[in-house]
C-alpha cells in the first residue's frame, strides 16, 4: 500500500521561510515523478511543483518561480519543497503526488495534506 505523508507546516510570518517534506513508502520511489500541489479555502487545487524522477528536472508554477523549490532524495524516498519569501497567499493545504511520467497524465497517489499558513 502506497502512504504519502507531508510534513513541515505550520504558521509563519510574511517575508518568511518553511520547508515541507513528504515521505513515500510502498512504491518505488525513484520510478515516480514527485509533483506538489495546494488548495486553499474556496479554491481549487492548483499545480505548485513537480521534480522528475532524476530530480534533473523540475518545472514551477509562475506564482512560486523564484521562491521555492522542490528537491528530493531517492535514498530517504522523500520530496522536499522549500518555500522563502512567502505570501499570504501562499496560505494553502499542500500536497504531495506521484506519478509515473514525467510529461502527463494524472498522479495516482496523494498525501493527505499539511496546512500552511502565512500571516501578514
Known amino acids: 500500500q502506497v502512504h504519502l505523508v507531508e510534513s513541515g507546516g505550520g504558521l509563519v510570518q510574511a517575508g518568511g521561510s518553511l520547508r515541507l517534506s513528504c515521505a513515500a513508502s510502498g512504491l518505488t520511489f525513484s520510478s515516480n515523478t514527485m509533483g506538489w500541489f495546494r488548495q486553499a479555502p474556496g479554491k481549487e487545487r492548483e499545480f505548485v511543483a513537480r521534480?522528475?524522477?532524476?530530480?534533473?528536472?523540475?518545472v514551477y508554477a509562475d506564482s512560486v518561480k523564484g521562491r521555492f523549490t522542490i528537491s528530493r532524495d531517492n535514498a530517504k524516498n522523500t520530496v522536499y519543497l522549500q518555500m522563502n519569501s512567502l505570501k499570504p497567499e501562499d496560505t494553502a493545504v499542500y500536497y504531495c503526488?506521484?506519478?509515473?511520467?514525467?510529461?502527463?497524465?494524472?498522479?495516482?497517489?496523494w498525501g493527505q495534506g499539511t496546512q500552511v499558513t502565512v500571516s501578514s
Open positions: 503526488a506521484a506519478r509515473k511520467s514525467w510529461s502527463g497524465g494524472v498522479y495516482d497517489y
Open positions: 521534480i522528475s524522477q532524476s530530480g534533473g528536472g523540475t
